[in-house]
């Protein structure tokens, strides 16, 4: 048996900057690097290292000697075992700063690009109750913070319904109100959970896949409508009916209530039948007079707000004149292509997931856009020449790929055909920067700006324009 690596601690360091994934980065003593994950940049603090790495080290604080002026009271009970929204205990101010600060080191050390135009990132003007979507977990053995754990007391009620533990994939952090989503969201989950309580229904419990009540999903549009999906495990009907006709009749503003039997090892609703119990399959989102079809399986932009200010700013580093063909890469379920489409004369959308390519459809036909067209596929088998004989050569493409960026050949493709202009949308400006660095020969970078889709967390969202040279 392997002996354990013995931690080190460090004493009096001072956290220094933040990083990648939400980490805080302090110095030890010898150089190298200390990767955090309870302390904001500013602090002065005792650190218990955990994995020793060549390079660096990855630790915890143990002891605060100086609070960083960055800090901020979080506004949320579960913030210490929550891992939803790592940064709320910093200003928000702060943690633009460092995202902007993320993206631009990316860029630059990653590319050596020139950036001519960094346009400062845009806020985000609501910063709690901000998603369209969210997903709960039940289980009937929640996770126990340590106080409980050391208290005398006995716990008899172990039923949960809220958030998984980060990494820890069978444990669930029961959630009494949840800050990322607007009400209803909160009453109708902790309706949900209560019923079952009082109705003595099982929770779900994935290691012995036994159990009734799995998941929820909740999506509240921009428009007000509110979808409910109440994923079971199993089917036992007079309980199902009876708790879905209790939640419509607690709610009668949800307009779409559907279920789904899942027995599955996994929750994903993607290969599911969804059934509708009340009210209509799908809501609506609306955007600039648009509107957007969404069912229980429809990606759309989570925050909708900030999802319009990102789709103008993407529109207007497009500078359409109404006489351009526009292939709009990564298309989804056309958001973007029809945010964009009266300023063209043809917007081509690819993506690779055929559901979202008959969505794309849908509201293209529900928006009367004629001058759109939408194909699916994988973009690498995709984008040839063959496709661009059909379509005609672009004189712009849009591009938002997922976190992993653009495949080696889609970037070659682009640059052998060279479009005058290339506006890249990114969730993950490291694989963006990598990105390109393939194509800095031939374009240069016009402008770039950072958008703040999810405050409280590190995540964001970069907006480059290129011109061919």
Not at 33 to 47: A, E, K, Q, S, Y
Not at 360 to 379: C, T
């Amino acid at each position: 048996m392997g002996r354990k690596k013995k931690s080190i601690i460090f004493e009096n360091i001072e956290v220094v900057d933040a990083g990648a994934r939400g980490k805080t980065i302090a110095k030890a003593p010898d150089g190298r690097v200390i990767f955090l994950t309870n302390t904001v940049p500013g602090d002065i603090v005792d650190i218990k290292t955990g994995k020793k790495r060549k390079a660096y080290f990855e630790g915890k604080a143990i002891k605060f000697h100086k609070y960083s002026e960055k800090r901020v009271e979080p506004v949320c009970t579960h913030f210490e075992h929550c891992g939803g929204c790592k940064w709320q205990f910093m200003g928000y101010e702060h943690q633009l700063a460092y995202k902007e600060k993320e993206v631009i080191n990316n860029l630059v050390r990653i590319s050596h690009l020139d950036l001519p135009e960094v346009t400062p990132i845009l806020g985000c003007k609501n910063t709690y109750f901000y998603r369209n979507k969210m997903e709960f977990s039940f289980s009937n053995s929640r996770w126990l913070t340590l106080d409980e754990i050391n208290s005398e007391e006995s716990i008899d009620n172990r039923s949960a319904c809220g958030f998984h533990i980060a990494g820890m994939w069978d444990k669930i952090l029961d959630i009494d109100k949840c800050h990322l989503q607007e009400d209803p969201s909160n009453q109708i989950r902790n309706f949900i959970k209560n019923y079952g309580i009082e109705n003595e229904l099982d929770f779900y419990n994935p290691r012995e896949q036994s159990g009734l009540l799995r998941t929820i999903m909740l999506r509240i549009s921009s428009t007000g409508e509110i979808m409910v999906v109440i994923q079971f495990f199993k089917e036992e009907k007079e309980k199902r009916i009876a708790l879905l006709k209790a939640l419509f009749k607690e709610f009668p503003q949800i307009t779409s209530l559907q279920y789904v039997i899942n027995s599955k090892g996994n929750d994903t609703l993607y290969d599911q039948d969804i059934i509708l119990f009340e009210g209509r399959d799908h809501i609506f989102e609306e955007m600039e007079g648009l509107k957007f079809k969404i069912g229980p399986k429809s990606f759309y932009q989570t925050n909708s707000a900030q999802a319009y200010e990102l789709y103008k700013i993407t529109r207007n580093f497009a500078q359409l004149t109404g006489n351009e063909v526009v292939y709009d890469f990564y298309t989804g379920t056309g958001t973007i292509a029809q945010f964009v489409s009266k300023k063209a004369k043809k917007v081509i959308g690819v993506e690779s997931v055929p559901e979202a390519i008959e969505d794309a459809k849908l509201n293209a036909q529900l928006n009367n856009i004629n001058n759109v067209e939408f194909y699916a596929g994988d973009m690498k088998n995709v984008f040839n020449n063959d496709f661009i004989k059909i379509h005609g050569q672009p004189d712009v493409i849009i591009t938002d790929p997922p976190r992993d960026g653009m495949h080696k050949n889609v970037v070659a493709k682009i640059v052998e055909i060279a479009p005058k202009r290339i506006v890249y949308v990114s969730c993950n400006s490291a694989t963006q920067a990598r990105d390109l660095a393939l194509m800095k020969e031939q374009y240069n970078i016009i402008k770039t700006q950072a958008v703040d889709m999810f405050p409280q967390t590190h995540h964001v969202e970069n907006v480059v324009l290129l011109e061919l040279k």
